[in-house]
C-alpha cells in the first residue's frame, strides 16, 4: 500500500506540485492548509491512515509550522520536513528544538523534496518496538533502529555519560536526559569515539544521513542544546570539547 504522506501547505500551485511529484513516486499524498487540519490528520482523526511523514509549510493562514510542529511532537513522532520561503526562519527551524528533520527552501524541487523523503524514511526503518517508544519519550527511538549499524554493546559509560542503546536513552551523572532525536544520535556518536575528535562533516555523515545540505551550523545549534541539558545535570562539567575549525570530541575523563 502506497505510504501516505502528509502535506501542509497553503499555496495552491505548491501543493500540487508537490503532490504531483509525490504521486509519481508512489506515495500517497494527502493535502491539507491549515495547521489545524493537519494536527487532525495526524490523530488519524480523517478516518484515513495516519501520515507517516509532514511536509509543513511555515507560514500557513492560521498558525506558524513551527507552532504547528510544536504540537505534534507532544504526540507524534514522525519525521517532519519544513518548507521555508525566507532564510531567518531557516535559523528558527535549526535553533529551536522543534524536532525537524530537515527543510527545503523555496523555491524547490517537488523531486528534491520527495527524494529527501525517501532518504528520511529509509533511515527510520525498521520502527522500533512500542516498549523503546515509551522509554526514548520524544522520538529517540528512531536511533534505536539504524539499519547496516554494527551491534553495538548494550550499555557504554564514558565521562559521566551513560549511553543505553537498546533502550535509545542516555544518563548523565545517573540522570536521564530528555534529548530530541538528533541531540540523542549527536551525543550517541560521540560517546561511541570517546577522545576522538569528529569534524562537523564526520558528525553530519553519521547522524544526518542523507541530508547533505544541511549546514554545518545545525550540529552546532544541536551541540549548544545538548550542553545546556548537560549543564543543568552538572552546572560545572563539560564534557563535550570543542576543536576549534575541526568538531568535537567527548572529554575521556
Ligand atoms: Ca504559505
Redesign the pocket.
Known amino acids: 500500500m502506497a505510504r501516505t504522506i502528509l502535506v501542509v501547505?497553503?499555496?495552491q500551485a505548491i501543493a500540487d506540485g508537490i503532490a504531483y511529484a509525490l504521486r509519481t513516486d508512489g506515495f500517497a499524498p494527502l493535502h491539507v492548509t491549515l495547521g489545524e487540519q493537519a494536527l487532525a490528520a495526524m490523530r488519524g482523526e480523517g478516518g484515513g491512515p495516519v501520515p507517516e511523514l509532514v511536509v509543513l509549510?511555515i507560514?500557513?493562514p492560521d498558525m506558524s509550522g513551527l507552532e504547528v510542529c510544536r504540537r505534534l511532537r507532544q504526540f507524534s513522532d514522525a519525521p517532519v520536513i519544513f518548507l521555508t520561503a525566507r532564510s531567518d526562519e531557516i535559523d528558527r527551524v535549526v535553533g529551536l528544538e522543534i524536532g525537524a528533520d530537515d527543510y527545503v527552501t523555496k523555491p524547490f524541487s517537488p523531486r528534491e523534496l520527495v527524494a529527501r523523503i525517501r532518504v528520511i524514511l529509509r533511515r527510520m526503518a525498521p520502527p522500533a518496538p512500542r516498549a523503546v517508544d515509551a522509554a526514548a519519550g520524544n522520538g529517540a527511538h528512531h536511533a534505536a533502529a539504524q539499519p547496516g549499524a554494527p551491534a553495538a554493546p548494550a550499555s557504554r559509560q564514558v565521562a559521566g555519560l551513560e549511553l543505553r542503546a537498546l533502550e535509545a536513552r542516555i544518563l548523565y551523572c545517573g540522570q536521564a536526559l530528555d534529548l530530541t532525536r538528533y541531540e540523542y544520535l549527536l551525543l550517541k556518536t560521540l560517546i561511541e569515539h570517546p577522545g576522538h575528535v569528529l569534524s562537523r562533516a564526520q558528525l553530519m555523515d553519521r547522524v544526518w544521513t542523507g541530508a547533505s545540505d544541511t549546514l554545518d551550523r545545525t550540529v552546532d545549534a544541536h551541540v549548544k542544546s545538548l550542553r545546556a541539558k548537560l549543564r543543568a545535570v552538572a552546572p560545572d562539567a563539560d564534557p563535550i570539547q570543542t576543536h576549534r575549525g575541526l568538531g568535537y570530541s567527548l572529554a575521556c575523563a
Open positions: 501547505e497553503d499555496e509549510d507560514g500557513l
